[in-house]
T-cell receptor, first 113, second 117 residues
Framework: AQTVTQSQPEMSVQEAETVTLSCTYD???????LFWYKQPPSRQMILVIR??????QNATENRFSVNFQKAAKSFSLKISDSQLGDAAMYFCATGNQGGKLIFGQGTELSVKP | GAVVSQHPSRVICKSGTSVKIECRSL??????MFWYRQFPKQSLMLMATSNEGSKATYEQGVEKDKFLINHASLTLSTLTVTSAHPEDSSFYICSARPRTSGSKTQYFGPGTRLLVL
């Protein structure tokens, strides 16, 4: 079974500042993937960043980076130089080889100008 | 980039009627598509996995006779909500996984809002 927990229902950050969103997970899969998705008010799911669990190096994508701690089953997302357009609901997810995704409860991020 | 469409984007129907939602991968072939349900202010819940040419795999607690899934081609999957009731009102989202070997990324459709009166 797979579970994903996001303990921060809401977060707020000042524009241009840095914010970290937390995520912990549990999985019985030996080969799995971790994702952060963004869902703006339009409700379109947008992939932010992806991490293969077998890779030790943390994934980065421009202003977005992750801190992947496999032993602790932790997968946090850091957003640097926050922009107004970053305001959205962020979902952490685990995926297995078959593509099945299990999502966390979500963290609503607001960005203050 | 890979684009997934859903049709309709919004539908209102009377209780007891059936509603079909289409999910299409526009610029890639998808051997696997997924259907999710999302209630307001909640997360996405996987309903079923749809594989081209075979029967869908439903998650525990999802009624397969209630939510009929057909994946007739590599670019189209349909979800039919049969005999819809007000409690079926929700936001339904599909995603598609490219046929490309090794691809682990899913691309999501824009969602369909269903309101059953």
């Amino acid at each position: 079974a797979q579970t994903v927990t996001q303990s921060q229902p809401e977060m707020s950050v000042q524009e241009a500042e840095t914010v970290t969103l937390s995520c912990t997970y549990d999985t019985s899969e030996s080969d799995y993937y971790l994702f952060w998705y963004k869902q703006p008010p339009s409700r379109q799911m947008i992939l932010v960043i992806r991490q293969e669990a077998y890779k030790q190096q943390n994934a980065t994508e421009n202003r977005f980076s992750v801190n992947f701690q496999k032993a602790a089953k932790s997968f946090s997302l850091k957003i640097s130089d926050s922009q107004l357009g970053d305001a959205a609901m962020y979902f952490c997810a685990t995926g297995n080889q078959g593509g099945k995704l299990i999502f966390g409860q979500g963290t609503e991020l607001s960005v203050k100008p | 980039g890979a684009v997934v469409s859903q049709h309709p984007s919004r539908v209102i129907c009377k209780s007891g009627t059936s509603v079909k939602i289409e999910c299409r991968s526009l610029d890639f072939q998808a051997t696997t598509m997924f259907w999710y349900r999302q209630f307001p202010k909640q997360s996405l819940m996987l309903m079923a996995t749809s594989n081209e040419g075979s029967k869908a795999t439903y998650e525990q607690g999802v009624e397969k006779d209630k939510f009929l899934i057909n994946h007739a081609s590599l670019t189209l999957s349909t979800l039919t909500v049969t005999s819809a009731h007000p409690e079926d009102s929700s936001f339904y989202i599909c995603s598609a996984r490219p046929r490309t070997s090794g691809s682990k990324t899913q691309y999501f459709g824009p969602g369909t809002r269903l309101l059953v009166l």
